[in-house]
């Protein structure tokens, strides 16, 4: 890129970076540091203000940067990926938001714990948590990576390096000064923008075309180099039996997996009732579902206006779809405006990136201190002490995330995020649904439930195409593939629900009746929740 894109881009990420700061700062002084401030920012927002703030953390840069990117060089293959993340919805309205609202009061382990023995329980769900965070932070962060190789001209690793460091240690300040308040905040500002600058470019797409979408198509058929079969399934999981499988196994873990996300699952604790936190899922539908219909506009316009072969050879995982696309409509890379375009939307899309990896962070260091923290320290913890490991944890998962993310640099965002939907359907779905709905659920059904979908689900990606035996693997030069398929949840969502009804059916202590009938009481009415 030219040096007029870098200066503007670069003065667009530090007035983003700087308003939010502001925001941190402002929120800091102005907050009482109780655990309630901290993890849900004293249950205050309106269902507006949560249904922007959900929208702007499920929106990452797996669906503006990764989404777009895939349909770009797969076509209706890559379509799954919209339709999987809008769908997932229905499964939270209609059976996790009021529920989750009226059992919990921080984290997922809240509900579950609710009617069985603590300790074990929650240091199961905090450690499945945790798992799944981490996974969506490094999706993250590759798109940080992606975002700036491309605006510095991709020649540069150590700017990427550089630049996944300096996101790692922004969420971290971000998290461990403002807590979930100023997060929220960050959020619906970071939603705004993204919205405005998918709207832009959909509008900006459609006029090439005069509105008609069959010429858009079309041409994005002919420039894909697939003709006819980028319109039709089969390009990407359609070859043989594995990767039909594979389109399966990835459409399961998208459709299941959003109801276990625990920085999804924290919003919900951030509204003072249960019926603010259904209406705050209906705002979010409203915003993530046009959202998704964009992405496809987006992504067909990539591939007819840049060339799937551009796209491909600026990364190979697509990532940088949308910047060139913007690049093209705003007039080309010597023009005026397309420096303006291209910049606004990796501003947008930088912005993205820091506003989602500050809301997954706090969920996640929520969950080592109220969840792992708390339970072996019970007794002594008190609700100041939770508040100061929390901002500890988020430093040491700021690292974590920081140094996976440097390993899987080249995959595509959309498909890491895919994996942590699969690890969340796989562990944490079971043992939500079955504390909710099922009245003999043991502890050790509970249990068993959580590490019986999280270690088939990581060993199974651990074996896959995914870390060795392919030239496209993290590990290239090496080869342990013994599982075929690149997504596991056509296998580890079933053993987790399967493993949480042999762990009740075995167990030697039979579940609470009591617990479970007042449980069941406050999830629907509401009545004792926090």
């Not at 109780?34 to 849900?40: D, K, L, P, V």
Request: net charge neutral; charged share 10%.
């Amino acid at each position: 890129m030219t040096g007029d894109h870098q200066t503007l881009a670069l003065v667009l990420f530090g007035a983003f970076v700087a308003v939010t700061l502001g925001i941190t700062t402002y929120v800091s002084r102005n907050r009482h540091g109780s655990a309630e401030e901290f993890y849900a920012g004293g249950r205050l927002f309106s269902p507006m203000e949560n249904g922007f703030a959900i929208a702007g953390d499920y929106m990452s840069a797996a669906s503006f940067l990764g989404i777009s990117g895939l349909i770009a060089l797969y076509g209706y293959d890559g379509l799954l990926y919209s339709v999987g993340f809008l769908v997932a919805w229905l499964v939270v309205l209609f059976l996790v938001a009021e529920l989750v609202r009226n059992c919990g009061r921080f984290t997922l382990a809240d509900v579950v714990a609710a009617r069985m023995r603590e300790r074990p329980v929650r240091i199961a769900a905090g450690t499945s948590s945790v798992t799944v965070s981490v996974l969506y932070l490094v999706a993250q962060m590759v798109g940080a990576g992606s975002l700036v190789a491309l605006l510095l001209g991709g020649t540069s690793e150590a700017a990427q390096t550089w630049t996944v460091i300096g996101v790692g240690a922004l969420m971290v300040i971000y998290v461990s000064m403002g807590g979930m308040r100023a997060t929220t905040w960050i959020q619906i500002v970071k939603a705004v923008l993204l919205m405005a600058g998918a709207i832009a470019l959909t509008v900006l797409v459609l006029m090439r075309f005069h509105g008609d979408f069959d010429q858009l198509l079309r041409t994005a058929a002919d420039r894909s180099g697939h003709g006819g079969q980028f319109l039709a399934p089969g390009l990407k999981y359609g070859g043989d039996w594995t990767s039909r499988f594979d389109f399966i196994s990835l459409g399961l873990a998208l459709v299941l997996g959003t109801a276990g996300l625990p920085h999804i699952l924290s919003r919900f604790y951030t509204v003072p009732t249960a019926r603010a936190a259904r209406r705050s899922v209906v705002w979010s539908i409203g915003l993530i579902g046009s959202f998704y219909l964009m992405t496809i506009v987006l992504g067909f316009g990539a591939a007819a206006i840049v060339g799937t072969d551009a796209v491909r050879g600026s990364n190979a995982a697509g990532n940088t779809a949308v910047p060139l696309l913007a690049l093209d409509l705003g007039g080309g890379a010597d023009s005026t405006g397309g420096t303006v375009l291209f910049a606004v939307v990796a501003a947008v899309a930088f912005a993205t990136i820091l506003a989602v990896v500050a809301g997954i962070t706090l969920a996640s260091s929520a969950s080592v201190a109220h969840d792992l923290y708390a339970s072996l320290r019970r007794k002594n913890a008190k609700p100041r002490s939770e508040v100061a490991v929390a901002r500890v944890a988020a430093v040491g998962i700021g690292a974590v995330a920081i140094g996976l993310g440097l390993v899987a640099r080249d995959l595509n965002v959309a498909f890491l995020v895919g994996l942590a939907f699969a690890v969340a359907a796989s562990a944490n779905l079971p043992v939500l649904l079955y504390s909710l709905f099922w009245r003999q659920f043991t502890t050790r059904g509970a249990v068993w439930s959580v590490y019986g979908g999280l270690l088939p689900a990581l060993v199974l990606v651990a074996l896959s195409p995914v870390v060795s035996g392919s030239p496209t693997s993290l590990f290239p030069g090496v080869d342990f593939q013994y599982f075929p398929l690149e997504n596991p949840g056509i296998v580890s969502i079933p053993l987790g629900f399967l493993a949480g009804w042999f762990g009740t059916v075995t167990s030697s202590d039979p579940a609470d009746e009591a617990k479970h009938a007042e449980t069941e009481v406050r999830s629907l009415t509401g009545a004792g929740a926090a």
